[in-house]
């Protein structure tokens, strides 16, 4: 399969034309053709064995692909190799030298390049400075913080003014707290630089907040190519609705198309309207996706617009993770499981478990998709 987007109308610093990786019978990336445009952040989000971290690495020149081809800066790289390429890359693992300070680290680079001392410490410095670490030249890596560590890295790589900073998970060894306040600052320092940040990751999380634009891959292809936006509001294939965000995934049949709404019903009884996505017929397989955030809590029926499709559930669990807190209810008609954010009002603080509560989605922020795109 090919996905073919740009990321915008702005020059392309990253262009892949029709890339294909096979390891033996495996095909790893598959026919797959995009463009990064200049000065943008693209992640490349998906879960492992997708292929993302084989195609960072023939953006790299670590592999080279089978068929297609990869230009960076506009220039075509066949046959350029890793040590020749204007890209750098920052991996999971930093690899700071222990035996260096900090100044060294970000001037190794530069020193391999045959610059003069005073003019690699003096860039070297100037980085520092530009990366928030005035002053720690002198010190040793193992004397700084996770934060202060990633910090030098992304310094020495960019000491080099790359065209392309490839990134490979860089905040997947970091505890929750300093990985969040990364995500912070990886997007500041990327606006602050200018240059083109290609970034793998298997964390939505950082994919969403980090990105201008997404790449979305399973099995070697994109399912997808949009801002964060575009995938979280509107999925272009099941396996983007489940896989980036929370949602409630509903199988059934298509019982009735009122305009572009479709009517699942499931084997349970239990039915709930959607947006139709794609060509859905009356009697078809069908699955609809429904986000938590998407849903009304009510203590009746009355609670609700008119016309909308109220139901009465048995509150499961309470899930508390502050605002991100979530209701687990079962209808009681057809047993259906459904996560439902819980308001933040306050108005149901006295939620318990083994109530009684009447709750209602609305039909244009849910999706439904022909059951055979899932396996298309």
């Known amino acids: 399969m090919s996905a073919t987007a740009s990321a915008s109308s702005a020059p392309a610093d990253l262009e892949a034309r029709a890339v294909s990786k096979r390891f033996g019978a495996h095909l790893a990336v598959d026919n797959l053709s995009f463009a990064v445009a200049r000065g943008s952040f693209f992640s490349i989000l998906g879960p492992s064995g997708c292929g993302k971290t084989t195609l960072l690495r023939m953006i790299a020149g670590f592999i080279q692909p089978d068929g297609g081809s990869i230009a960076i800066g506009g220039r075509d790289m066949a046959g350029v190799g890793p040590n020749r390429r204007p890209v750098n890359m920052v991996f999971q693992q930093l690899a700071l ?5 900090v100044s060294e680290n970000v001037a ?8 003069a001392r005073a003019e690699r410490v003096r860039k070297a410095e100037a980085m520092l400075e530009r990366v928030g670490l005035a002053g720690a030249g002198g010190k040793r890596t193992d004397e700084l913080s996770g934060g ?3 910090r030098v890295a992304i310094a020495r790589s960019m000491v080099l003014e790359p065209t392309l900073l490839l990134l490979d998970e860089p905040l997947g060894a970091l505890d929750l707290k300093l990985r969040e306040h990364m995500k912070l600052e990886l997007k500041q320092l990327q606006a602050s630089f200018g240059t083109t940040f290609v970034y793998i990751t298997h964390d939505q999380s950082e994919a969403l907040v980090l990105s201008d634009h997404v790449g979305v891959m399973n099995h070697g292809h994109f399912e997808q ?20 965000g929370n949602n409630n995934r509903v199988a059934g049949k298509a019982l009735a198309l009122e305009g572009a709404l479709v009517q699942v019903g499931t084997a349970a009884g239990w039915s709930v309207r959607a947006r139709a996505h794609g060509t859905i017929a009356v009697g078809s397989a069908v699955e609809a996706f429904i986000r938590p955030e998407s849903a009304m809590l009510g ?8 016309g909308q499709l109220a139901y009465t559930g048995e509150v499961l669990s309470l899930l508390f993770d502050g605002a991100n807190s979530v209701v687990l209810l079962r209808e009681l008609q057809s047993g259906q499981e459904l996560r439902i954010a819980l308001p933040q009002t306050g108005a149901y603080a006295d939620l318990k478990v083994g109530d009684r509560i009447h709750f209602g989605f609305d039909p ?13």
Do not use: K, N, W
Request: hydrophobic content about 45%.
């Open 299 to 306: 203590r009746s029926a009355a609670d609700f617009p008119p």
């Open 97 to 101: 030298f222990p035996m260096m300070s």
């Open 148 to 150: 202060q560590r990633q």
């Open 225 to 244: 190519l949009g801002t964060p936006q575009q995938l979280y509001y509107a999925p272009a294939t099941p396996f983007v609705a489940g896989f980036v």
């Open 364 to 376: 244009e922020r849910a999706i439904c998709f022909p059951a055979a795109a899932a396996h298309a």
């Open 108 to 115: 190794f680079g530069l020193a391999r390049r045959g610059m």
